[in-house]
Structures are given as C-alpha cells and as structure tokens.
C-alpha cells in the first residue's frame, strides 16, 4: 500500500502480522538460527535464498524496522546499523575503494566531516569539501574523474544551512554518481530527499526517529533509483564479480533494486559488524509510531523560541531556517513547507563567557552532547566539542565562541522561552 499517509506509515509500515502472530514487532533476540541442512544454510550462503544465519548481518527485528524505515522515505530497502556514523561509512564505503574521491558539502556534522576528511584518507579515499550554496558551475568544478559520491545534510548539525537537494542531484547525475543525503534532523515526516533526486538517504537514528536518548543506531535507505550497470566502470564494487560470494554480481542479480543493500548486508556488515542490537530496533520502532506526532510539536517549539531569540538584546545572530529573515528560509519552504526541526543555533554577544553562564542558568534545558530528544537540550561548542580551539580558530570554522546550540524538546514552549529569558537575564547582570 504505497499510497498509505506517513502516519500509517509510522505506526504500520514494515511489519504485518498473520493469523496469531504477535501485533508489535518481535525481538529475536538470538545470534544464531538453526536450519535442517547443511544445504538449506549453504543457499543462504550463497545469495541463493533469503533468511538468517547469524545476527551479524541480519536480523528478523532490525529488517521489520528498516523496511518501515524504507516505506516512510520511499525507499527500495534500507538497513539498520549500530550507529548514524556507522550508517555513512557503510553506505560511503559500499562505493567507494582507495583511489576514489568523495565531493560533500563542507556544512555537515563535525564527525561525518573528520571521517570523510581523515579516516578516509587514510584509507585512500580522497574528498573535496564545497559550500552548501556552490554554484551549479562551482560543484561541478569539484568532480574528478574518480569521484564516486556527492555528500550533503538536508539541514546541516549544527549550522543548520539548508541543502539545496535539486541542485546537488542535478549535479550528482550529470557525472554519473549517487547523491547521498543524511535526513537526520528533517527525518521523512518533513522531508523526503528521494523525491528531490536522493539516490541513498542515511540517518542517525539516536535522535529524533528514537526520540527520547534511549538507543544509539543508524539506517541506510536506497533509492533504488539509481542504474549502477550504466556507470559499471565507476562501480567495479557493485557492477563486477565479487570473489567473496563466489563470483556474484550484485547490480546484475539484485537489480537496481536490491544491489546496494544487498552488497552493504552481505560484504560490509559480514566484515565490519556494526550491527544494530535487536532490542535498540525494538526501541527504536517505538519511537517511529510517534514520529509523525512529535516532529511538529519540535518544530513549533523551534519557530517560537528562535522567535523570541531574534528579538534579545543580548544575541547577535540565530540561525533558524524556519525565520522569514533566514538565509535559508526559501529552500527550507520549498523542501520542508511543514518546517525543519526543533533544533536552533544562537550566537551571544558576549562570548565564550557569555555562553557559560547563560547555560548555567539554564533550568529546563540540560547541557548534553546530544540532540533531537524529548527533553531541551543544548551545548556550546567553544566549551565542549571544539574546546580545544581557539577563538581565532573557531571563528575560521564558522563556529563564534559564544555559539549555543539548542534543541527544543516537547515542553510547553512558554516554559522554554522563560527559561531563556531567565538565562538571559542572568548574563546581563
């Protein structure tokens, strides 16, 4: 039921019972699965049947998930993975050998950022970082002959830039590669990247989809759009025999459809492991039935304490794409008419310190290395995860010392904006 409304979706999509069968979605909660022949195991072995053999590589829990997953982005197939930085790996890794090169915009989260910039280096993967607002003519500049990959974040963490999907596909497409999108923040309830030219979508899972800081996780959505065979030379990986499966050529026997999972499954999550535990996807479904109900409340939330930010004395700039003033604002209307996130950035006027003490009065928001969640949350980078940085140094990165990210959970938003102004008025003593 294609046609099926995202809330449907959210509460259903993925698992349907038979007759007696449990109405939530089982925890198999086994490592291994026992079969009556050597035969039977070996057919599996070999790509030849479907089923489970060791929870390394899959699941009966995680792929009920992941096809809800799948439904709710309108994706072919997706995968869960132990974590969202898992989730780009892999699905970075699943096209990308040493010797390739990685074009991604440079506004996205600082780890995606270091694993493309330094562990895939050294891994003999290079990559070239462009602005997320690059001309068509600036990003096509930016393609080598081995570019594999063209990277970007719908709504960038924590710069909160919008990326423009159309564009960058466009671009993807006119050198034959995939563009691949990490949805965290939006997630499918208020943006769907496959219908702007997505070819992979990849989450952090931990945040919103979860929502309430419970599990750690990721998922990787293929379009299934993608012709890999129409581009074999770029994609020896999914397009030539692999040697480890005795010989199988995954675009040529899964299809568009099923190639880029399947080969991520059987080759990536075989040697590498990161696997999502069955009861985190368990979890995780849990929050997927509210997902559709809590995203807009994190949005309202959003809008009217970055409302109430814009007009303080004591801040100079929020980023909020939801603002009409905001650099962002139209592509976030065209991509996101239903808004982004709850998530909004501020800069404080008065600095490194500034941003200490207003957090320390804070009373309803707790200072966390985290996002996304049911519960306000914030962090200034300047003190936290860039601490080793100068001020001179962060402010090269994009980054003021008296940055303040905060995520607005799903408190009353009059009991958040009076949190801040109390904060607020704290610092102006």
Partial sequence: ?????????????GYTPGNGEPRQIPIIQSTTFKYDTSEDMGRLFDLEASGYFYTRLQNPTNDYVAAKIAEMEGGAAAMLT?????????????ICEAGDHIVASSSIYGGTFNLISVTLKKMGIASTF???DATEEELSAAFRPNTKLLFGETIANPALTVLDIEKFAKAAHAHGV???????????????????GADIVTH??????????????????????FDWMAYADKFPGLCTPDESYHGITYAEKFGQQGAFITKCTAQ?????????????????????????????????NGQAVAEFLAQQEQVAHVNYPGLAGDKYH?????????????VVSFELKGGRAAAELFMKHLKLASIETHVADARTCCLNPATSTHRQMTDEQLAEAGIPAGLVRISCGLEDKQDLIADLAQALAAISK
């Fill in 82 to 94: 132990s974590s969202g930085q898992a989730a780009n790996f892999m699905a970075m890794f699943n």
């Fill in 268 to 300: 990536l999550m075989r040697d590498l492991g990161c696997i999502q535990a069955p009861q985190h996807a368990f979890i995780l479904n849990l929050g997927l039935e509210s997902l559709h109900v809590r995203m807009p409340r994190h949005v309202e």
């Fill in 130 to 132: 462009v602005s997320p």
């Fill in 178 to 196: 995939p563009l691949m999108v990490d949805n965290t923040f939006p997630t499918p309830i208020n943006c769907n990247p496959i219908k702007w």
């Fill in 204 to 225: 952090s899972t931990t945040k919103y989809m979860d929502g309430h800081g419970a599990c750690v996780g990721g998922a990787i959505v293929d379009a299934g759009n």
């Fill in 1 to 13: 039921m294609q046609d099926r409304r995202m809330g449907t979706k959210a509460v259903q999509g």
């Fill in 330 to 342: 139209a592509l976030s209307e065209k991509y996101m008419p239903n808004g982004g996130c709850g």
